[in-house]
């Protein structure tokens, strides 16, 4: 079973438990793909879907860390809400020592060796960890491990 079919099992749970909000954030989730496939006349695979997911989740993470600055809770509790929702259809998050190990290998398979080679190792990394760990934090990895 595919990622964008168990969205729409998802979207068809909420709505026979008449859950509003999850339903509202499932069917923007749909409208997202539904935008890619249009624009791009492309059928989206799960790869691409997770990749949705994740820049998804990063858009949220921003507007939390945005509205909690600016004392707006109630707005940020929904996002964290969305967040929540969205995270569900990714897969499990790796842990450090899982991230550590990638990036080491990475390092390794690439034959980087200064800071000017992260983008081959970034090239090596992020398949593997898509939808599982912010790359925001992977880049920082990176960069504390070339020096």
Known sequence: MSLKDTIKDA??????????????TIRMIQA??????????????DERLLA??????????????QFDDAGRTE?????????????????????????????????ADSGAESARDMGKVMGLVKPQVQGRADMGAISKLVKTKLG
């Open 11 to 24: 979207m068809k749970a909420a709505m026979r438990a008449k859950e509003k909000e999850r339903l509202g």
């Open 32 to 45: 997202e793909i539904k935008r890619i496939e249009v624009d791009e006349r492309i059928e989206v695979d």
């Open 52 to 65: 949705v997911l994740d820049k998804m989740c990063k858009q949220r993470r921003d507007s939390i860390t």
């Open 75 to 107: 707005l940020a509790d929904i996002e964290r809400f969305e967040m929540g929702v969205i995270q569900e259809f990714l897969p499990a998050a790796l842990t450090d020592e899982e991230l550590d190990q990638i990036v080491t290998q990475a390092i």
